[in-house]
């Protein structure tokens, strides 16, 4: 069973920045998966905020482009979000999802941006 751990969240004053990271374990063949982050926020439903494939491309909503960026290290099993610019409604907690045949999700980090 493939395990998602997502970490790096924290509370943030508003136009700080975060990294979060997306570690994978007990999964072969890492490289070959598409990951995506999504969050969600109290009352609201899971919304994507970026996605990766496979081969390296790239997707944003539109709300965080030009100030989020993902990526990943296939050789660490890893995704990271970094997310510059924050704002108040970016809070929610983030999720990681790993799918090739299956489908993965991590149990989240929260995310607060607040003075």
């Known amino acids: 069973q493939v395990q998602i751990v997502e970490s790096g969240g924290g509370l943030v004053q508003p136009g700080g920045s975060l990294r979060l990271s997306c570690a994978a374990s007990?999964?072969?063949?890492?490289?070959?998966?598409?990951m995506a982050w999504y969050r969600q926020a109290p009352g609201e439903q899971r919304e994507l905020v970026a996605a990766?494939?496979?081969?390296?491309?790239?997707n944003y909503a539109d709300s965080v482009k030009g100030r989020f960026t993902i990526s990943r290290d296939n050789a660490k099993k890893t995704v990271y979000l970094q997310m510059n610019n924050l704002k108040p409604e970016d809070t929610a907690v983030y999720y990681c999802?790993?799918?090739?045949?299956?489908?993965?999700w991590g149990q989240g980090t929260q995310v607060t941006v607040s003075s």
């Open positions: 990766i494939t496979s081969g390296g491309s790239t």
């Open positions: 999802n790993a799918k090739l045949r299956n489908e993965y």
């Open positions: 007990r999964v072969f063949f890492f490289s070959g998966y598409n």
